[in-house]
């Protein structure tokens, strides 16, 4: 079947803008995770929806960053005004119910702000 | 608070011998451990996660980890090592009972660059 797919797997934008990130889960997967991963480093967690529950959003950096899941299934993150320090592959997976945590990653989205 | 510790940056082995990634945590109930790897230019992959019960877990490509509760520590090894294994590993935790709770928001270590050489 199908894995996690993110879009676009490149995006270039310039300082300033907006950018918006789409994730498309394995479906039925009921957990949904973002990371940010900068070049040689580890994986940042940003925010985490399980469920209809209220989502973790601990890890958003900055109020520039949000993120919405509609229909518990395909998820935005959306970078406002973004700055050269966001430039990063953005990560995205999902978990189904009872795997105690396994999650499947997609490919990511390598943003690079210029 | 929950924390993860991969000590080495990089580790280099030679093709054909025996390797080791390290890995401690810091949880205040029982952990859920897992292993992931990244191949370049790819997503994570999960390799082996430690639940309960044995404390030696067997998972993709021949790796294996070790659960030591009183070293606190769940190191990947495997027997003999190949050029394709050489890719970024991480270690994550979260709680387990009786801390777990509804979430499961995982623990991420800064990842060890493996690099085999032939």
């Known amino acids: 079947g199908a894995g996690v797919s993110q879009s676009p797997s490149n995006k270039v934008t310039e300082k300033g803008k907006d950018v918006e990130l789409r994730c498309d889960p394995i479906s039925g997967h009921t957990a949904l995770y973002w990371y940010r991963q900068s070049l040689g480093q580890g994986l940042e967690f940003l925010i985490y929806f399980q469920g209809n529950s209220a989502p973790d959003k601990s890890g958003l950096p900055s109020d520039r960053f949000s993120a919405e899941r509609t229909g518990g299934s395909v998820s935005t993150l959306t970078i406002q005004r973004t700055q050269q320090e966001d430039s990063a592959v953005y990560l995205c997976a999902s978990s189904p119910r009872g795997t105690k945590n396994i999650q499947y990653f997609g490919a990511g989205t390598r943003l690079s702000v210029l | 608070a929950q924390s993860v510790a991969q000590p080495e940056d990089q580790v280099n082995v030679a093709e054909g011998n025996p390797l080791t990634v390290k890995c401690t945590y810091s949880?205040?109930?029982?952990?859920?451990l897992f292993w992931y790897v990244q191949y370049p230019n790819r997503g994570l992959q999960f390799l082996l996660k430690?639940?309960?019960?044995d404390n030696l877990v067997k998972g993709s490509y021949g790796f294996e980890a070790e659960f030591n509760k009183s070293q606190t520590s769940f190191h990947l090894k495997k027997p003999s090592a190949l050029v394709s294994d050489s890719a970024l590993y991480f270690c994550?935790?979260?709680?387990?009972?009786?801390?777990?709770?509804?979430?499961?928001?995982?623990?991420w270590g800064l990842g060890t660059s493996l690099a085999v050489n032939p």
């Open positions: 430690y639940i309960t019960g």
């Open positions: 949880v205040s109930g029982n952990p859920y």
């Open positions: 994550a935790v979260r709680d387990g009972p009786p801390n777990a709770g509804n979430n499961r928001k995982l623990i």
